[in-house]
């Protein structure tokens, strides 16, 4: 038990660093694999040195760090090879020329022009990733929806749930969740289908119900770009071949094949004489792009392995089990009701500190694989949509020049009911707990 209380003190320690940014997740992932791989291994009764593999040390520096290091390798390539789709869809103009068709097509009704660019933009974010690409795609979107009549706080906080539905769909995140919970890639296809749907429904809601709440006209000059690069309508359809590709019901394409397959599709219908050099600016760019990402995978896949580690779930399994509900119904109350937890990288965002509770719950079967993706899939949209700290929230709302808090308040209720939803569809439909 005194063990199992070390572990939890140094989880809230890190967690409360991370929330007061005095400390990353790059460098805390790699900090509590190393302090949790240290406790529960002293606390197991093994020699800090000695035998090869029967000693701390050894557990500590080959099992945790070295081949942690390597956990999520297939994960990062799936990251490496979307950033690349994702560079070739930005450089190409075929990212711009989606939003502008868009916007052409919405004419001058609001909930037209606001459905449209949602949409419009959320199957741009089923391929393209990262701060620079959102900075471009806001950059094309909020002027329009702004221009339209539609306030800059509504604008921001449908241009979030764009990229969480994109996000959704995007096949490198496919990948995350079958490396980091050892799940099968059609479940998870099948789940993330399945949500993207609801949260799409979802935000159909919420800009009806908000939009008739506006009481304040904004409107923003948009330049317009009098020598737009001309496009072949056949290269619009290259953010989404991907998925396209990987769920087609004749051959379903590996997920790095369908990335590089898209992404010469892309830059060949959109600039045949210049392929090899756009492929070969977006090789260089997008893993630029996919940099930060590498280094938090490498930490979560140390995490992963320390807290996957026999000597730790022995120590968190009689804890976690009385804990965590198995019984349908509270196990939808209990991941509802701390589903705010995944704020801050908090302990239920996967791509945070959650993703050491998560491997818990799966290798000490506390839960099957599935509920656990079902559970953080689903409370992972908070964090995605509503979290502070996220830097592409950040910079909507100064962009916007409102407040993110504001942005936080307006998008949790309407998220939370996404959970539940989702929850309840995961129980009853997904057969999550058989």
Aim: proline share 5%; hydrophobic share 55%.
């Amino acid at each position: 038990m005194v063990s199992a209380i070390l572990i939890i003190i140094v989880f809230i320690i890190l967690c409360v660093l991370m929330i007061m940014k005095k400390i990353s997740a790059l460098i805390a992932m790699p900090l509590m694999a190393f302090f949790i791989a240290l406790i529960s291994g002293l606390f197991s009764g093994l020699p800090f040195f000695g035998e090869k593999g029967k000693c701390v040390a050894d557990f500590i520096f080959v099992d945790v760090i070295s081949k942690g290091s390597f956990r999520l390798a297939e994960a990062m390539m799936y990251a490496g090879f979307g950033a690349i789709l994702s560079r070739v869809v930005m450089t190409t103009g075929v990212a711009e020329k989606l939003v502008k068709t868009a916007a052409e097509l919405a004419g001058d009704k609001k909930f037209v022009v606001a459905l449209i660019l949602t949409v419009a933009s959320a199957i741009v974010f089923g391929s393209v990733s990262g701060l620079g690409g959102f900075i471009m795609i806001a950059s094309l979107v909020l002027p329009v929806m702004t221009a339209s009549g539609i306030s800059a706080p509504l604008s921001a906080c449908l241009l979030l749930f764009s990229l969480s539905i994109g996000g959704i769909f995007n096949p490198a995140n496919w990948g995350f969740y079958k490396d980091a919970l050892g799940i099968d890639l059609e479940v998870v296809k099948n789940f993330s289908i399945s949500y993207a749907i609801i949260l799409s429904v979802v935000a159909l809601i919420f800009l009806i119900f908000e939009l008739r709440r506006e009481k304040r006209v904004v409107f923003w000059a948009v330049k317009v770009d009098e020598k737009e690069k001309t496009l072949s309508p056949f290269a619009l359809i290259t953010p989404i071949l991907p998925i396209i590709l990987i769920i087609n019901p004749l051959y379903s394409v590996p997920v790095v094949p369908a990335f590089i397959i898209s992404a010469l599709y892309g830059a060949m219908v959109s600039d045949l004489k210049n392929t090899i050099n756009t492929i070969t600016s977006s090789t260089i760019e997008g893993l630029k792009d996919i940099a930060p990402v590498f280094g938090l995978f490498i930490g979560i896949g140390m995490l992963l392995n320390a807290v996957s580690a026999p000597y730790v779930t022995s120590i968190m399994q009689p804890l976690l089990k009385s804990v965590v509900p198995s019984n349908p119904v509270w196990f939808i109350v209990f991941f509802f009701l701390l589903s705010p937890l995944a704020l801050y990288r908090g302990p239920f965002n996967l791509y945070g500190l959650g993703s050491g509770l998560a491997a818990v719950l799966v290798s000490s079967n506390i839960l099957p694989a599935p509920a656990v993706m079902g559970a953080f899939l689903s409370v992972g949209q908070i964090q995605g949509i509503c979290d502070p700290t996220n830097t592409q929230n950040v910079w909507i709302a100064q962009y916007m020049k409102v407040s993110v808090e504001d942005l936080m308040k307006k998008t949790i209720p309407y998220v939370l009911g996404f959970v539940l939803i989702s929850l309840i569809w995961a129980v009853v439909f997904g057969g999550i707990l058989k």
